[in-house]
């Protein structure tokens, strides 16, 4: 991957600025994209710092539409060419799905996690297509097979962004270029964290498989990037029986669910540049 471009979302997070110096260290030429310019500013010293490729760092809020398109093109720019796509930026709302609805902080959970990665993809992956070879990583969660109550719209986000996934691969594989979906389970982090204000949550962050580690989940997106994976990798790796399994999730969820706080109308929007393994799996 030496000299490989990669763009890479969620950058100064707690996974993602992991990520990025984990694939710097392996010659990769970083575009880092995230909302807080000091913090991709920090990431970019600590890559310099260890000697790897100057970062191009782009600030941008992907919550917003248009800045998807506005990174990329700057990114074209600079670079002339993707040749790594990674989504790895995301948002959650905490609330019952009944009382959240479409309210407007739901629409701009969906526009981090489904339709800002949809405009890049429109941006970098023709180039991938015309020189035959490439690779997109969505960075996703096992909420979508084993949802819980007040996570309902980030569930429904990263169920929209798998079975995207897996559509992208049937169109382009054929054409040389690879894809992943990396799915999480709970991962300690400010998502997490936030994630822990739900009644019962505890039950599923720290019950098997428990937490991983930033530390962890970067290495095993490192690991996807570098390596030869295609379809979905589960991090932890036990999580892939309840992918083949679904009744295994969906029967998980209605037992943690038990000590939902179902009287609980509140509503909590996270912003994580990073992923965080927000769901109960």
Known sequence: ????????????????????RGLAARGARLALV???????????ADIRRAGGAVPFVVPADLGTPGEA?????????????????????????????WVVGDDERARRMFQVNFWSPKALLA?????????GRGLVVDVGSMARVSPFPH???????????????????????????????????????????????????????????????????AAALVDVVVGTAEGVVHHPGSLRWIE???????????RVARGADLDDRSVHPER??????AGPM
Do not use: C, K
């Not at 991957?1 to 993602?16: E, W």
């Not at 962004?161 to 894809?179: C, D, I, K």
């Open 34 to 44: 995230a909302r807080r310019e000091e913090m991709l500013d920090r990431v970019a």
């Open 69 to 97: 398109d506005r990174a990329a093109d700057a990114v074209l720019d600079h670079f002339g060419r993707v040749d790594v796509l990674v989504n790895g930026a995301g948002a959650t709302v905490h609330g019952l799905s």
């Open 151 to 217: 996570l309902g719209h980030y569930a429904a986000s990263r169920a929209a962004v798998s079975a995207a996934t897996q559509v992208l691969q049937l169109e382009v594989r054929p054409r040389g270029v690879r894809v992943v979906e990396l799915a999480l389970g709970p991962v300690d982090s400010p998502a997490s964290r936030e994630t822990r204000r739900l009644h019962g949550s505890d039950t599923w962050l720290d019950g098997p498989p428990g937490l991983s580690t930033p530390e962890r989940a």
């Open 123 to 131: 941006a970098v992956v023709p180039g991938m297509v015309d020189r």
């Open 272 to 277: 994580t540049d990073g992923q965080g393994g």
């Open 1 to 20: 991957m030496v000299d490989d471009v990669v763009l890479l979302t969620g950058a100064s997070g707690a996974i993602g600025a992991e990520a990025a």
């Open 244 to 254: 083949r399994f679904p009744f295994l999730g969906r029967r998980y969820s209605r």
